[in-house]
Nanobody, 123 residues
Framework: QVQLAESGGGSVQAGGSLTLSCAASDTHNTIWRYCMVWFRETPGKEREEFAT???????TYAASVKGRFTTFKDNAKNTLYLQMNSLKPDDTAMYYCAAGLHSYGSQCDYTTWGQGTQVTVSS
């Protein structure tokens, strides 16, 4: 089973940018086999799945991040990235990447995720 490790979180002022990385570790370095999701969690709020990338590279974004966040894979590095621009205080959360072998339409049925990385955006 693939193991995932997020990094790149930190503190930034509103309007700033961050790039998160999600390094995948499995036997054959086959991140291309997985559909992947970014989700975030904040205490007291529901989990928000906001970015999905399917095996064919197609992406979908939640309205809350569309136009500001971009996710992409580097298959050679077995790594998923999340470029976040124009950050807002509402983006403050723990960010996780997740992976699954199966997708249904634009939905990724993810079964594993990493430990998360904290993003804090100050006004």
């Amino acid at each position: 089973q693939v193991q995932l490790a997020e990094s790149g979180g930190g503190s930034v002022q509103a309007g700033g940018s961050l790039t998160l990385s999600c390094a995948a570790s499995d036997t054959h370095n086959t991140i291309w086999r997985y559909c992947m999701v970014w989700f975030r969690e904040t205490p007291g709020k529901e989990r928000e799945e906001f970015a999905t990338i399917l095996r064919d590279g197609s992406t979908t974004y939640a309205a809350s991040v569309k136009g500001r966040f971009t996710t992409f894979k580097d298959n050679a590095k077995n790594t998923l990235y999340l470029q976040m621009n124009s950050l807002k205080p509402d983006d403050t959360a723990m960010y996780y990447c997740a992976a699954g072998l199966h997708s249904y339409g634009s939905q990724c049925d993810y079964t594993t995720w990493g430990q998360g990385t904290q993003v804090t955006v100050s006004s």
